[in-house]
């Protein structure tokens, strides 16, 4: 498995399943440096971000999923995720959705968006339960191929369902994820 | 007089033999028979598939191979077929009908085994009489099969109609029959549907038997939690489902005298069903605290039956030196069969500890075994300590080198280092929040590096918490009684009782039991009916208000606007059902006789009623949800339910999924998207509360009643999500239907937002809403129910 993430000094936890049992099928997501993802999402056609409720519980975590929605890219926040976005008063493109709701919308390529202009063909997952990340992740996999949707993760988990993934990440590597979400904030 | 079944054999004056099947009793004619008595899988398709095309089925597979044949294992990413020819979306479906399966078998199989065994000892003639206050004495019954029951004896045709449609639905299993995600899920629903019913059978038959409450309200109060077992006691903890042999157990204390110096704590259903006779039972925990209470070492002796009990009962008890009696042929964990040995030498035996276990298949040989062990075991047990000494909780906190394996093994992904890091710093808090959030696999103790027994460790932090975990609980009062119904259908199908909220299933929950005590007392709050059974039943009793009391003591156990409501055990859940059923039958006065589809039809239209399995984690609880869609009643499931694979979403977005035919006239209309979806996982506790609401509205609510729904539902969103639900406006008919309080303000948005026309002057809507309201607006799925059809 190729690792660019963090230019070959992961452990083998780095990707590894976050939960261990999580064993997949024939394609895993591939591990990616944060450059890579956000060229990946800058090269979209219609990129959205969906951000879940572990943005309110981390420091930082909120300000880069705001950081990310200033450089143009929609937000559909889910679950009490949008109480972070209200209580910062945040004024730009987001959204709130519940997440079945939401990507059972997005396999369907007639869906009209959030805004109405159309489906999305990058979708980005972000602090979301890890779990329901990962289930949500391998219905688009599974499902949003024709067109094709990329399911990708910045989240601190190695996501075996995602096209593109991070690593895992400790909370002692806290400082060192959020470098990561700063480096692919610079490439959109 | 009807003969149903019998033959007479001659073979020569000197070899007579009459074999005598059943004679059938004159049977009360009390309704006309309807269109589908014993439904096979086919004959309710149709409404299955108008169901599934309004909630199509969305699939989140868990992995990507099928490794069911030795074709395989096959890839099916990206929904490819397989070598069968099975494409992921229908491998899906295959899976779900598959844990279907095993709830529903589970459930039914409980029922048929207590038949077994109990009309050896009582027949299966002891009448079926839920007193005068309840005429319609086994809704689904009724409903499914056509049959009202008087007598046990007249459940086991039900009960062959279920085993037989179980296995023909097991058949469409194999490998090169059903292809279509479509069919699976109609299987799905019939199994479900099945289920529903298998519950309903294995109540009754407890009720009858055991003389359990008939649905009286006002049910006596019991002690619940870890901190309600008197450990100075000798304590036999019970486990499972199936409660004859815990009866036996009652029966021997109370002969000999010994309730009040032996202890019976249960886990899980068991102990609510035994809780229903005999309250000076306690419940220590619910199914998700199992080994944490095993652990703990409160047990001299453990009493298993049935269902949710840890595959490895017996090396856990091992670990705290409680002997195991098993008590059912499903769950026999190697041990040795001594069903009609000496009961002395039995007891002999485990007490000195020559075996770890034993079988007693015979119920009513358990209660002498279990008391006279736990009394023996006591002392014994009483000199050691199973909670971990200061010096070793210390030892094993220096010894954890935070590596993680244990997070990465958790289901919850809890970050166990963390705590025990913080622990040894003098902070007990995250550990004792841990002990809380864990599911209590212990799969984390199998990759410690450092063999740490983290469960251990968990129980020791929480020491302190659970000695003070102490709640207390009403005993399942059974079926909803027809009365009551007379007394709610009204305000239920008008909307001004807003809906009846069904907590139910397991303990997975994602942040820990407290969750559930919020569900209850919010809806319960705000005047829904609230009916728990099962797991939730038992983890909100634990969660005391400032006056220290728990909310079944806060509220009263009617079957009415803003009550609490233990109905019993899993299979009690059937009355849920049930109460649904009712309000067609005794409110509406449709005829439920063999006549799914028109009572599933009324409910999905009229009764706002929402499920919640917030811990769903069993196939039973996959079972459950999958059959009260069928009957029309949406269930929320928390987020580890997204492993079930499938959910069943509406389209808010897909105007054309929403048409309705109005009876009157047959005329089809578009409606409001209700209920929006039949089974959906919420991510945190903030997002289910709105979304249980939400699903509540029905397209026959009035004006008041969809006024309160929409109030509920608005305020409960801006209360945990802080936003008005972004889609309100489409449940707003007609300017009644706004809350009063904030009725311009919502005008005001509905023009500003939603480009609706709002004449100020008389303060209406001119237009905009999907439908307008009409009261006498009578709504049907059903083609069949329409003028020109009936």
Redesign the interface.
């Known amino acids: 498995m190729g690792c660019d993430s963090c230019g070959g000094s992961c452990s083998p ?1 780095n990707y ?5 049992g ?6 895993s997501g591939r591990l990616a440096a944060p450059e890579t993802i956000g060229r990946l999402i800058k090269s979209a056609k219609r990129p959205l971000l969906i951000v ?2 572990e943005i309110l519980e981390d420091d930082g975590m909120l300000d880069r999923a705001i950081a990310i929605g200033k450089k143009g890219i929609p937000i559909a926040a ?3 995720a ?2 972070g976005f ?2 910062r008063e945040y004024d730009g493109e987001v ?7 939401l ?3 997005i ?2 390529p007639e ?2 968006g959030l805004d109405g202009q159309g489906n999305y063909d990058v979708v980005v997952f972000f602090g ?5 990340a990962s ?2 992740l ?2 688009i ?3 949003g ?1 024709d067109p094709l949707i990329r399911g990708v993760s910045i989240d601190k988990y190695y996501h075996p369902h995602a096209r593109m993934t991070f690593g ?1 990440y ?3 590597r806290q400082a060192e994820y959020l470098e990561m979400l700063d480096k692919l904030i610079t490439v959109l | 007089m009807e003969e149903i079944g019998g033959t007479i054999k001659i073979e020569g004056w000197e070899n007579v033999q009459i074999n005598i099947g059943r004679i059938g009793e004159e049977e009360e004619e009390w309704e006309p028979m309807g269109p589908y008595p014993m439904p096979k899988m086919a004959d309710l398709r149709n409404w299955d598939y108008k169901l599934l095309n309004r909630y ?1 089925p ?8 099928c490794a069911l044949c030795t074709y395989g294992k096959c ?5 490819k077929y397989g070598a069968c020819g099975i494409r ?2 229908a491998m899906q479906g295959r899976i779900v009908l598959l844990a279907c399966l095993v709830g529903a078998s589970a459930h039914m199989a409980h029922g048929r085994h207590m038949i077994h065994d109990l009309e050896h000892r009582w027949g299966v003639d002891i009448p079926f009489d839920l007193g005068t206050e309840i005429n319609v004495p086994a809704p689904l019954t009724q409903l499914i099969t056509g049959i009202k029951p008087k007598k046990i004896r007249d459940f086991l045709p039900v009960l062959d109609y279920i085993e037989e449609n179980i296995v023909q639905l097991a058949d469409a299993l194999h490998t090169g029959q059903e292809g279509s995600y479509m069919d699976f899920e109609s299987k799905a629903l019939q199994m479900g549907m099945l289920d529903s019913l298998g519950k309903e059978v294995a109540d009754m038959v407890q009720i009858a038997y055991y003389d359990m409450p008939h649905g009286e309200s006002n049910q006596p109060f019991f002690e619940v939690g870890m901190g309600s077992i008197d450990t100075k006691k000798p304590t036999v903890i019970v486990i499972g489902h199936n409660a004859p042999p815990t009866f036996d157990i009652v029966e021997y204390l109370t002969e000999k005298g010994l309730e009040d110096e032996v202890e019976i704590g249960g886990i899980c259903c068991t102990a609510i069903d035994v809780t229903r006779k005999y309250q000076k039972a306690k419940i220590v925990s619910a199914l998700g605290r199992q080994l944490r209470v095993i652990r703990a070492g409160f047990a001299d002796v453990i009493v298993i039956d049935e269902q949710c009990i840890r595959a490895d009962i017996l090396k856990q008890a091992k670990v705290v030196g409680s002997p195991v009696i098993c008590t059912n042929d499903k769950a026999m964990h190697g041990l040795v069969d001594r069903t009609g040995d000496d009961q002395d030498e039995i007891i002999d035996d485990l007490v000195e500890g020559r075996v770890p276990g034993v079988v007693i298949l015979d119920p009513f040989q358990v209660g002498k075994v279990a008391v006279e062990v736990a009394r023996k075991m006591h002392p014994k047990r009483a000199k050691k300590e199973y909670i971990l000494s200061d010096e070793a909780f210390k030892e094993y906190l220096e010894s954890c080198t ?1 590596c ?1 394996s244990c ?5 919850q ?1 809890l ?1 166990i280092g ?1 705590a025990n890091k913080k622990a040894l710093e003098g902070d007990l808090e995250p550990l004792i929040m841990m002990f809380d959030q864990c599911v209590g696999c212990g799969r984390c103790e199998q ?1 410690c590096k450092k063999h740490i027994p983290i469960v251990d460790v968990m129980v020791k932090a929480a020491r302190p918490v659970i000695e003070k975990e102490k709640g207390k609980m009403r005993a399942g009062r059974g079926p909803v009684r027809d009365t009551e119904i007379r007394q709610v259908g009204a305000p239920l199908v008008l909307g001004t009782i807003p809906g009846i909220i069904a907590p139910i299933g397991c303990g997975n929950y ?1 942040n820990g039991t407290k969750d559930v005590y919020t569900i209850v007392d919010e809806f319960a709050s705000r005047g829904y009916i609230v009916t728990l059974t099962g797991c939730m039943a038992i983890d909100c009793g634990f969660y005391l208000d400032d006056e220290g009391k728990s909310v079944y003591e806060r509220y009263p156990d009617d079957f009415d606007k803003g009550c609490v409501l233990n109905i019993g055990s899993c299979v009690s859940n059937a009355h849920i059902h049930g109460a649904a059923i009712k309000v067609a039958s005794i409110f509406a006065r449709r005829n439920i006789r063999a006549n799914y589809d028109e009572i599933a039809d009324y409910i999905i239209n009229r009764v706002g009623a929402c499920g919640v399995a917030w811990g769903a984690m069993s196939q039973k609880a996959a079972s459950i949800a999958t059959g009260f869609n069928r009957l029309g009643v949406p269930a929320v499931v928390g ?2 339910g ?2 079930y ?1 499938r ?1 069943f ?1 509406g ?1 808010r ?1 897909l105007p054309e999924r929403w048409k309705v035919y109005d009876t009157r006239n047959g005329e089809e209309l578009y409606c409001e998207p209700c209920p929006e ?1 039949l089974l ?5 506790i ?2 289910c509360l709105p ?1 249980m609401a939400k699903l509540c509205f029905r397209v026959a609510d009035t004006s008041p009643g969809r006024m309160i729904k929409l109030t509920h539902y608005i305020d409960l969103s801006m209360k ?4 008005m ?2 889609d309100w406006h489409l449940y707003v008919r007609s300017e009644t239907d706004l809350p009063l309080a904030k009725k311009e303000y919502y005008l005001q948005l509905l023009e500003e937002e939603q480009d609706w026309k709002i004449d100020w002057k008389k303060k209406k809507i001119v237009s905009g809403p999907v439908k307008g309201v009409d009261p006498s607006f009578n709504p049907t799925l059903l083609e069949r129910l329409l003028p020109e059809k009936r």
């Open positions: 936890q590894l399943s976050f939960d261990a999580n064993t997949h099928g024939p394609e879940g409720s889910t679950g009490p949008i109480r209200v209580e959204y709130y959705y519940q997440l079945h709701e990507t059972n919308c396999l369907d869906w009209k979301i339960i890890y779990y329901y289930a949500m391998s219905a996999k599974n499902f191929t895992n400790s909370p002692k | 199509k969305f699939y989140a597979p868990l992995c990507d191979v890839d099916l990413s990206g929904n992921m979306d935070m993680g997070t990465f093994a958790c289901p992904g970050r963390g990759v994602p987020p580890h997204v492993k694979r959910a979403l389209r977005d979806h959906v996982a919420a991510e945190t903030e997002e979304l945990y999500l802080k936003v639900p972004p």
